[in-house]
Antibody, heavy 117, light 113 residues
Framework: EVRLVESGGGLVQPGGSLRLSCTVS????????MHWVRQAPGKGLLWVSR????????HYADSVKGRFTVSRDNAKNTLFLQMSSLGAEDTAMYYC??????????WGPGTLVTVSS | DVVMTQSPLSLPVTLGQPASISCRSS???????????LSWFHQRPGQSPRRLIY???NRDSGVPDRFSGSGSGTDFTLKISRVEAEDVGVYYC??????????FGQGTKLEIK
């Protein structure tokens, strides 16, 4: 069974940092590109980042470029999102998703990030 | 960036009746390889999104055949042949042809009348 489980969310002060993790099982992690997608409370879906199978190629939404860094550890079946200089606009549920024929054939339950003083 | 525009934003439907959601893109979604990277997602309240359709008209595994995707170029449609109670929630279209960024529509909220 394919499973993706995000962790690392929580309450962080404006300007702070947070690292999200997504641990996967049930498939060969190193064979798949992965994405992060976020959803602000009561709002729609926003694509955040994509990483290649070996981690050498990354892409970001303009709103997070220079502040967020996506990475992966294929030996540990884990995807990461390092977030810094966080602002209120980054408050959202963060989902990791697998890429098969494009974004999102499987999604995790999400981890909530709240940026507030 | 490609803008995805969905209509309607709210869709009340009677159980057993058909439903249709429109999605328009600000530019053609036909990729140079000939594929159209247009996907549809369904999100129930309090749950993660679930992909229903990929590459315009291909149903994901386990998706009932009452769901179908169609369209071309810049105009796309998700159709539900007979709405069931479990179909309530928000539906999103998403383009993956001209990335980054991948872009989603605003969402269409389907509810039962």
């Amino acid at each position: 069974e394919v499973r993706l489980v995000e962790s690392g969310g929580g309450l962080v002060q404006p300007g702070g940092s947070l690292r999200l993790s997504c641990t996967v099982s049930g498939f060969t992690f190193s064979d798949h590109r992965m994405h992060w997608v976020r959803q602000a409370p009561g709002k729609g879906l926003l694509w955040v980042s994509r990483i290649s199978t070996d981690g050498t190629e990354t892409h970001y939404a303009d709103s997070v470029k220079g502040r967020f860094t996506v990475s992966r550890d294929n030996a540990k079946n884990t995807l990461f999102l390092q977030m810094s200089s966080l602002g209120a606009e980054d408050t959202a549920m963060y989902y990791c998703t697998r890429d098969v024929q494009s974004v999102g054939d499987y999604w995790g339950p999400g981890t909530l990030v709240t940026v507030s003083s | 960036d490609v803008v995805m525009t969905q209509s309607p934003l709210s869709l009340p439907v009677t159980l057993g009746q058909p439903a249709s959601i429109s999605c328009r893109s600000s530019q053609s979604l036909v990729h140079s390889n000939g594929d159209t990277y247009l996907s549809w997602f369904h999100q129930r309240p309090g749950q993660s999104p679930r992909r229903l359709i990929y590459k315009l008209s291909n149903r994901d595994s386990g998706v009932p055949d009452r769901f179908s995707g169609s369209g071309s170029g810049t105009d796309f449609t998700l159709k539900i042949s007979r709405v069931e109670a479990e179909d309530v929630g928000v539906y999103y279209c998403m383009q993956g042809t001209h990335w980054p960024p991948y872009t989603f529509g605003q969402g269409t909220k389907l509810e039962i009348k």
